[in-house]
Each structure stands twice: as structure tokens, then as C-alpha cells.
């Protein structure tokens, strides 16, 4: 999965107003626990209605749950942040 995946995955299920992804992986090659695959490490900056009267553990949460398959395999880590 690379960042364009993971941006149009999370554009359809908060249809937000702001999303950056970015790829990370380059920082991470030589951790021990990296797969090395040049897609494993991303950010995430993303606004969206659907975070509205969450905490910020709750909105990270919705958006690890969509992930859930791939971060037992492909993504290594997820840094997000949810914009106010």
C-alpha cells in the first residue's frame, strides 16, 4: 500500500476537508523493525467532520480500525494527527 492508496481510502470514509499523506519509510530503513519495503512508514494530517466530539485516542482509533489488515502486514506505523 503507498500513500496514494491510503489517501483515497481515507478520503472516502471521512470525505475530509483537509488531507495530506505522506510517505516516512526513507526515515525508518534502518530500524531493526522495518520491513525495508519503501512503503511502511506514513503520516497523516487530516481535518474532517467525522472527528467532531471525539477525543484525539478516538479519532486515531477510527482510523487505525480502517487500516487494521494492513497494519498487521504492509504499514509498520501510522503518525497522525486530526486537525481541529
Same mark, same amino acid.
Given at each position: 500500500m503507498d500513500e496514494s492508496s491510503i489517501y483515497k481510502r481515507l478520503y472516502k470514509y471521512f470525505d475530509p476537508s483537509?488531507? +495530506?499523506?505522506? =510517505? +516516512?519509510?526513507?526515515l #525508518?530503513? #534502518?530500524?531493526s523493525q522495518s520491513p525495508?519495503?519503501?512503503?511502511? #512508514?506514513?503520516? $497523516? /494530517? $487530516? /481535518?474532517? /467532520?467525522?472527528? +467532531?466530539?471525539? =477525543? %484525539?485516542?478516538q479519532g486515531? %482509533?477510527?482510523i487505525y480500525d480502517l487500516f487494521k489488515e494492513e497494519l498487521k502486514g504492509s504499514i509498520h506505523a501510522l503518525n497522525i494527527k486530526i486537525l481541529d
Amino acid at each position: 500500500m503507498d500513500e496514494s492508496s491510503i489517501y483515497k481510502r481515507l478520503y472516502k470514509y471521512f470525505d475530509p476537508s483537509f488531507l +495530506e499523506v505522506d =510517505n +516516512e519509510s526513507h526515515l #525508518h530503513n #534502518h530500524h531493526s523493525q522495518s520491513p525495508n519495503t519503501g512503503n511502511s #512508514h506514513f503520516s $497523516i /494530517k $487530516i /481535518k474532517s /467532520k467525522s472527528f +467532531e466530539g471525539l =477525543n %484525539r485516542l478516538q479519532g486515531q %482509533r477510527k482510523i487505525y480500525d480502517l487500516f487494521k489488515e494492513e497494519l498487521k502486514g504492509s504499514i509498520h506505523a501510522l503518525n497522525i494527527k486530526i486537525l481541529d
